[in-house]
């Protein structure tokens, strides 16, 4: 039985359609986890979740948003700040700064306001309740995040990326077996 050449190319454009797709998993995965771990911890920075409808459209909830800390000197209107509540505690609110005071000695303290909301935030912003000025966001990513929890986050990311890279590695060696099969083959001919 003979075959023809349409039926020994289509495994082999399946089995291609299949390595780029992995290959596309593989990088958007690796993207995520260098978006949302990688750089803020390379860059100082700190990823906070967005909760709430306060940001939006700008930043709805589920937006990851990257944190850098920057100097309350170097906060001006219209900086997209994030800060605690209560000066100590963990919890934490991102609102864009709509005006900024000094007091007799110096110190600045913002007025913050969320988008969506009609009237500003009712206690200005004390420089030592700032975390951070946003760096940047990624919309949905923040509910990843919160879905693997604060306590087991450096853990997944740690054996995400070694799955990626086994993952990516099983794929290199299986793409150079089938070159030396298929040279191998060539040179039988």
């Given amino acids: 039985m003979t075959t023809t050449r349409t039926e020994r190319t289509r495994p082999t454009a399946l089995r291609w359609a299949g390595r780029a797709l992995a290959w596309v998993v593989i990088l958007v995965a690796t993207s995520a986890v260098a978006v949302g771990v990688l750089i ?3 860059a100082g920075a ?7 409808g306060s940001m939006e459209p700008s930043l709805p909830p589920g937006t990851l948003v990257v944190v850098k800390p920057t100097p309350a000197e170097q906060i001006g209107i219209g900086s997209v700040i994030t800060y605690q509540l209560t000066s100590g505690e963990p919890t934490v609110v991102t609102h864009r700064v709509v005006a900024v005071a000094h007091g007799s000695d110096g110190v600045p303290s913002f007025t913050t306001r969320g988008d969506a909301n009609d009237a500003v935030d009712l206690e200005p ?23 693997i929890g604060q306590d087991r986050r450096n853990t997944a990311v740690y054996v995400v990326a070694g799955g990626l890279g086994l993952y990516a590695a099983w794929m290199f060696g299986g793409a150079l077996r089938g070159r030396v099969t298929a040279r191998r083959a060539e040179s039988d001919r």
């Fill in 40 to 42: 803020p911890r390379i």
């Fill in 125 to 147: 912003v004390q420089p030592v309740q700032i975390r951070g000025v946003v760096w940047y966001s990624v919309p949905e990513l923040g509910w990843m995040g919160n879905a």
């Fill in 46 to 52: 700190t990823p906070y979740t967005i909760l709430t």
